[in-house]
Nanobody
Framework: QVQLAEAGGGLVQAGGSLRLSCTASGPRFDLYAMGWFRQAPGKEREIVAG????????YYAHSVKGRFTISRDNAKNTVYLQMNSVNAEDAAVYYC????????????????????WGQGTRVSLSS
């Protein structure tokens, strides 16, 4: 079992950058595929990016490709989301999620695949 805690959200100007982090507590973080999701007001939660256990495969939603970067440091039990060139459509609550994969590699791209979720961190754009 793992607990997830996001950090790094806040106010950012359009065109600016922000780095979110998600630290996991619990054993064998290296056996979890990780993902970042977001939910904007009035919208459904959507996947932003996913990363495999060893970071050998990465997925980005089309809307963030080329602007966001997901990475992980298994020694620190942490996954990151570097957000660059932020725009109004990026304002949302961002959640990290973990999918325990002891016997398989590969990405988890669907919400139902993730058993563990953080509490979320809000990203807002300043006017």
């Amino acid at each position: 079992q793992v607990q997830l805690a996001e950090a790094g959200g806040g106010l950012v100007q359009a065109g600016g950058s922000l780095r979110l982090s998600c630290t996991a507590s619990g054993p064998r973080f290296d056996l979890y595929a990780m993902g970042w999701f977001r939910q904007a007001p009035g919208k459904e939660r959507e996947i932003v990016a996913g990363i495999t256990r060893s970071a050998d495969e990465i997925y980005y939603a089309h809307s963030v490709k080329g602007r966001f970067t997901i990475s992980r440091d298994n020694a620190k039990n942490t996954v990151y989301l570097q957000m660059n060139s932020v725009n109004a459509e990026d304002a949302a609550v961002y959640y990290c999620a973990a999918d325990f994969r002891p016997m398989q590699t590969g990405l988890a791209l669907q919400e139902y695949e993730y058993r563990y979720w953080g509490q979320g961190t809000r990203v807002s754009l300043s006017s």
